[in-house]
């Protein structure tokens, strides 16, 4: 009534443990093995925000971290172009200065840049997001040096855009220009 034997020798009960102790050790292995390489595996490369060879200035991330603008033009040309007549936006399209005679100081003036303002904004962030979604299908794709060929291109413009709109103020305020400033580059 109890249980049957497995083993009728001593042998073969030694030689099952030898083997059961193998295979255990063999599985223990590979665990280890995975876990090494989980733990010490590349990850690429390991970088904090002093690593970054240029750093953005806390000037620039403040006017980031500003809030979006939430006025109704700025959310109609943000969702689509045909629900604003953007015929006119081109000669807003490129960066500062416009060369333009000085606003005079009304309030229908002042309402009519920040209108300008907020479908600018709307604008630029929706071909942005296209533009994302683009790369987005291209990296889906499996075209990522493409990808990272538009980034580089974009990230040049962009930092070439910086520096010569910062040549140009610095230029203007050397021939003591605070005022045009405010008018051309500030709304």
Partial sequence: ?????????????????????ASGKIVRQAQNARAYAKRHGRRGPHTTSKDLCNPLPSSVL????????????????????????????SQWDKAPPYYSLPPPDSPEEQRFTQNLFDVMHGHHLRRERESRAHRMAM??????????????????????GWDDLNARVTNQLQRGGSQIIRRRFIH
């Fill in 1 to 21: 009534m109890g249980r049957r034997a497995k083993y009728f020798t001593f042998e073969e009960k030694a030689a099952a443990a030898r083997q059961h102790k």
């Fill in 139 to 160: 990296y889906n794709a499996g075209e990522i040096s493409g990808v990272l060929k538009e980034l580089r291109d974009a990230l040049k413009r962009l930092i070439g």
């Fill in 62 to 89: 403040k006017f980031a971290n500003l809030p979006l603008p939430s006025s109704y033009l700025f959310h109609q040309s943000l969702t689509s172009s045909d629900l604003i007549d953007d015929s006119d936006l």
